[in-house]
Nanobody, 115 residues
Framework: QVRLVESGGGLVQAGGSLRLACAAS????????MGWYRQAPGKEREHVAT????????SYADSAKGRFSISRSIAANTVYLQMNSLKPEDTAIYYC????????WGQGTQVTVSS
């Protein structure tokens, strides 16, 4: 079992930045990867970014490439999402996940980007 606690969401103007954090506890020694999804009102949940826990390899959705950066601290069992040049269309609830054999999800954190 893995428990995830997200932080760092909020309200920001277009062009601004936010940094999300997701702290994991439990069976973190067995993690395959961690990452972020988001869900905007009326839309399906979509992948944003992933990082492998051991190798640190990253992957991004096209919408995140060049603006968002995912990183992790193994010592702190935490994954981060640095979001720059935010746009109103980035407004969504951002969910952290951790994958062992199944995905575990955080409770979500609201990101609102005003125009």
């Amino acid at each position: 079992q893995v428990r995830l606690v997200e932080s760092g969401g909020g309200l920001v103007q277009a062009g601004g930045s936010l940094r999300l954090a997701c702290a994991a506890s439990g069976r973190t020694f067995s993690l395959d990867d961690m990452g972020w999804y988001r869900q905007a009102p009326g839309k399906e949940r979509e992948h944003v970014a992933t990082i492998t826990w051991i190798g640190g390899r990253t992957s991004y959705a096209d919408s995140a490439k060049g603006r968002f950066s995912i990183s992790r601290s193994i010592a702190a069992n935490t994954v981060y999402l640095q979001m720059n040049s935010l746009k109103p269309e980035d407004t969504a609830i951002y969910y952290c996940y951790a994958r062992l054999t199944v995905k575990y999800w955080g409770q979500g954190t609201q990101v609102t980007v005003s125009s």
